[in-house]
């Protein structure tokens, strides 16, 4: 079935190599990794010399399967991506420090998974009765934390202890998990994440076109012994467009193997047994109109014979103290473009934007997008003299968008709580909540 499963770092450095049934060279690392170079919009599945090649890219690693069979594509491609989740479950992270300093653990949970070539195993808690070797964890800490947690420390010297936290470190999820082999860390927590991706199509005037949501609920899950939980959702939640009203209306949802669904459509409660690891407990989508939490207002004008002005104004219509992070705007210029000037206005803070002549592109990042606050940008482009201007103005665009704003939803799902279906537990272990909104698809249309 699989011939080779391999793993490159973006460098094309082997990080691990398992060659299952001895009929394919091991020179096809080499014919991948020319492959991606030579072609940055490479298809995951693709075939040369006879070898169907199947990768996926996560933590900036290429993880790839190849084979000589003619098997489904799909098979392989969900193969690689629960390759990927077990290894982030066990190491703690997806990373190539991860994977270098767990490379023994690494290959152990890669020979559990295959066996010449044949899938045995892809469960995490399933593995965990074969897995025998601990994980090093890997340090994770940004600057940003490091600052966080130093303030942290402050406020506890000053208030003598006596504050309870309510938040967790970012980087507490990222912990392996237990195998079971060494004594547990006492540290009982359970993370969610509502996690949505948002696509919208805005006008030249900010209108929105079309939009959706495409969400899921994530957990991970460190208590021991497996609890049976309960996690409630909207009480007026509302399953399928035209089927009844209510604050949420999803157009569809699916759940976890572990759920019994009965229970949700009788209360909108989701009763499970939390398998080991992280997983998605549930996704839903939504397509009926919802108040997109940025938008974008493109401005094309002719100031000359051979220039255009083009502005782009971004507006954050999120609560002051929400802020969007990671955000950056592209927009497309035309292809006879010979320069680009760009104008963010005086004393701009966390700004930068730049063109990038090969893509002919205008890179625009904020750092920190805070709520209820305006950007803009003012790009001159100037163009070459044989140019069309007519043309050219149909070539500037469409602009998109990529941010990420964390505790919102554009959904307003909530989870109200979470709690053990046996009430006669009496330990009480960590609840964390998060909310993230991120970009699928933001794209505003400039004519």
Known sequence: MISQLFVLSVRGDTLLYRDYRGDIPKEACDIFFRNVQANAGLEPVWTEDGIHFNFVKQGNMYFVATTLENISPVLVMELLHRVTRVLKDYCGVLSEDSIRLNFVLAYEILDEMLDFGYIQGTSTEHLKTFIYNEAVPVETETLAQAAQRQADRVIKKITKGKTEAKTVSSTAVHRPIATGRKQKSNKEEIFI???????????????????????????????????????????????????????????????????????????????????????????????????????????????????????????????????????????????????????????????????????????????????????????????????????????????????????????????????????????????????????????????
């Not at 949420?248 to 229970?263: A, G, Q, S, T, Y």
């Not at 939490?293 to 609560?319: C, N, S, W």
């Not at 149909?394 to 046996?422: H, T, W, Y």
């Open 193 to 447: 994440d509502v996690l949505e991706r948002l696509s919208v199509t805005f006008n030249s005037a900010g209108g929105v076109v079309a939009s959706q949501i495409s969400g899921s609920i994530q957990l991970k899950s460190y208590l021991s012994g497996n609890p049976e939980l309960i996690l409630a959702l909207n009480d007026d939640l509302v399953i399928g467009r035209g089927t009844g009203y209510g604050s949420v209306v999803l157009d569809d949802v699916n759940f976890h193997e572990c759920v019994r669904e009965e229970h949700f459509a009788r209360d909108r409660s989701l009763l499970f047994f939390p398998p080991d690891g992280e997983f998605v407990l549930m996704n839903y989508r939504i397509s009926s109109d919802f108040a997109p939490p940025i938008r974008i207002f493109p401005f094309i004008e002719q100031t000359g014979d051979g220039q255009l002005d083009v502005v782009v104004k971004v507006r954050a219509e999120i609560p002051e103290q929400n802020y969007g992070i990671n955000t950056v705007i592209s927009i497309p210029v035309p292809k006879s473009t010979a320069s680009v000037s760009c104008d963010l206005g005086a004393g701009t803070v966390g700004e930068s934007a730049e063109f990038n002549r090969k893509q002919n592109v205008v890179e625009w990042k904020v750092k920190k997008f805070q709520g209820h606050t305006e950007h803009v940008l003012r790009a001159k482009v100037v163009l070459q003299r044989d140019a069309q201007m007519s043309r050219a103005k149909r070539e500037v665009g469409p602009v998109s968008m990529k941010f990420e704003i964390p505790m919102i939803n554009a959904s307003r799902l909530q989870v109200k709580f979470l709690r053990f279906a046996d009430q006669g537990k009496n330990y009480h272990p960590h609840r964390w909540v998060r909310y993230i909104t991120q970009t699928d698809s933001y794209v505003a249309r400039t004519n």
